[in-house]
């Protein structure tokens, strides 16, 4: 499933997955013009992305060749099947009575259970094919783009119009963040740092953002009236229960004391990683119509210090160490 439309890696990984889910590659690979993955390039940025093409087709001795531009018809062995395709997603989308799903994952679950279903009684033609399909290398290639960024003083990088944010430890240093279609991965020289949805930029040309509030919480808390107007405010908020207290707070107090407040929730969330337990006890006072009692919640998911371990620690005899050294 592809998100981010036509692009040189969501080919890539579509067309990897493909191949390594049949156990070969055909001897050739047939595109349209892809048209859609060279707009708005430059021709630098179009030679590079027809070099990693050819590179890609080379990984798995595959033929590259596309339809002849105007003849829509040479589409129709594809665009055929895939409308059927879609037919049969629709129908499954009406039969499950909701269009919502928890999150990517399970939506992705869904449309590999129908596809399955659907390609079932092609078991017998895609033997056939598979018996015809060249070996597979022992790896895949890229699947992915790389850039080099520098982490600004708020806490994150824009790559693609997109801002992400990355822990304040970060400011400063250049990192490597690698782009897949789904997700960004960033890397600080050989470590794997985290791993992030990738965002897109809005339709209208504005940026588009990427937050987790743990990485900026410490800077929010200097400055909490800067909640108020922040541009990506609302992906600051972990789960509805705490953009829902928000709106709540602004409803009943000043701007200062409601982002104030609001700003030591998220503290506490943070800080005894209690994010999911405290959204619960948010929206049972939502529910009541009253607002959060801090001093209250900072009691309640404050360790109990007469439950923790007394801990003995022995001091060592001096004269030992001179023994030791002797």
Known sequence: MILGGE???????????????????????????????????????????????????????????????????ENGAIEGPHGHLKAAIEDALLLR?????????????????????????????????????QPLPTHRTNDFEEEIVRVTSSSGFILRKVFYSVPSRLIGHRVRARLYDDRIEVFLG????????????????????????????????????????????DQLFPRRAYRDTFELLCERLTPRA?????????????????????????QVALDQGELPDLASLRKTFTPDSSALPAVNVAQGVLADYEEVSA
């Open 7 to 73: 692009s040189f890696v969501a080919l890539a990984e579509a067309l990897q997955h493909a191949l390594w889910s049949f156990g070969g590659a055909p001897r050739g690979h047939r595109t349209d013009s892809l048209s859609a993955a060279y707009r708005n390039l430059t021709r630098d940025e179009r030679e590079d992305l027809t070099r990693r093409y050819d590179a890609l087709c080379e990984h798995y001795g595959m033929q590259p060749t596309r339809n002849n531009r105007g003849e829509a018809h």
């Open 97 to 133: 009575g909701s269009r919502d799903f928890d999150d990517l994952n399970a939506y992705r679950c869904f449309i590999a259970e129908v596809t399955s279903r659907y390609n079932k009684r092609r078991d017998a033609l895609i033997e056939v094919e598979r018996r015809a399909l």
């Open 190 to 233: 050989s470590q794997r740092l985290m791993s992030r949805p990738r965002g897109r930029p809005h339709p209208d040309g504005r940026h588009g953002h990427v937050v987790d509030y743990r990485h900026i919480i410490h800077a929010l808390r200097r400055k909490p009236m800067a909640l108020l107007n922040l541009v990506y405010r």
């Open 258 to 282: 409601a982002c104030k407040l609001m700003v030591e929730l998220l503290t506490l969330a943070h800080e005894r990683t209690c994010e999911a337990a405290l959204a619960v006890q948010l």
